[in-house]
């Protein structure tokens, strides 16, 4: 079992930047797949980034890094956008071989942190 708890969100301009965090607890996340995805009001949670895959979206913009140490996961996130506005959640998955994107294949997941872009 792995607990993940999100937390770094908030309200930010356009062009600023934020760094979510995601905190694991339970069996240390090195041996799972992390993810981070996001659902905006209205819209499909969709994939964000994870190892070094990232959306069209966000690419060039976010990096997804990691802290085995503290077992923690990070989103840097740069040159945010309106459109940026969403929840953030972090996943975790069992099955390091199956496709990143795919939220089906995450087993847990945080209770999301609001990250709101304004203009």
């Known amino acids: 079992q792995v607990q993940l708890v999100e937390s770094g969100g908030g309200l930010v301009q356009a062009g600023g930047s934020l760094r979510l965090s995601c905190a694991a607890s339970?069996?240390?996340?090195?041996?799972?797949?992390m993810g981070w995805f996001r659902q905006a009001p209205g819209k499909e949670r969709e994939f964000v980034a994870a190892?070094?895959y990232y959306s069209h979206s966000v690419k060039d913009r976010f990096t997804i890094s990691g802290d085995n140490a503290k077992n923690t996961v990070y989103l840097q996130m740069n040159s945010l956008k309106p459109e940026d506005t969403a929840v953030y959640y972090c996943?975790?998955?069992?099955?390091?071989?199956?496709?990143?994107?795919?939220?089906?294949?995450?087993?847990?997941w945080g209770q999301g942190t609001q990250v709101t872009v304004s203009s």
């Open positions: 996943a975790a998955k069992r099955n390091l071989l199956s496709p990143v994107a795919v939220a089906g294949n995450y087993d847990y």
């Open positions: 339970g069996r240390t996340f090195s041996s799972y797949g």
């Open positions: 190892n070094t």
